[in-house]
């Protein structure tokens, strides 16, 4: 019914770039906050970032200054530029979305798939 397709995962060197994408299917009428959020090996899953419907984003202290979250409602997309990239931001990275199904009048919480990201000499 509702899909959250990631993608842009992969294995970069210090101090190189990454950009995440996460696109939302399926049948729904509408989406409010998105964000990314991150897990590492014996780590709690940690929130990144947040951007809301109509553009306002948050941060983590971590990513602050080096991570850029984004939008494009057009294709309901939700994208996470990350620059500087250091070997302690390996993680399985996971987009979020709360999404409005056809006859709810409330939002529900949907998560992506994951995609690794590995930061390594």
């Known amino acids: 019914q509702v899909q959250l397709v990631e993608s842009g995962g992969g294995l970069v060197q210090p101090g190189g770039s990454l950009r995440l994408s996460c696109a939302a299917s399926?049948?729904?009428?509408?989406?409010?906050?998105m964000g990314w959020y991150r897990q590492a090996p014996g780590n709690k899953r940690e929130l990144i970032a947040t951007?809301?419907?109509?553009?306002?984003?948050g941060y983590a202290d971590s990513a602050k200054g080096r991570f850029t979250i984004s939008r494009d409602n057009a294709k309901n997309t939700v994208y996470l530029q990350m620059n500087s990239l250091k070997p302690e931001d390996t993680a399985v990275y996971y987009c979020?979305?709360?999404?409005?199904?056809?006859?709810?009048?409330?939002?529900?919480?949907?998560w992506g798939q994951g995609t690794q990201v590995t930061v390594s000499s």
């Open positions: 979020n979305a709360d999404l409005q199904i056809p006859g709810n009048y409330y939002y529900t919480s949907y």
């Open positions: 951007i809301t419907s109509g553009g306002s984003t």
């Open positions: 399926g049948r729904f009428s509408s989406i409010n906050v």
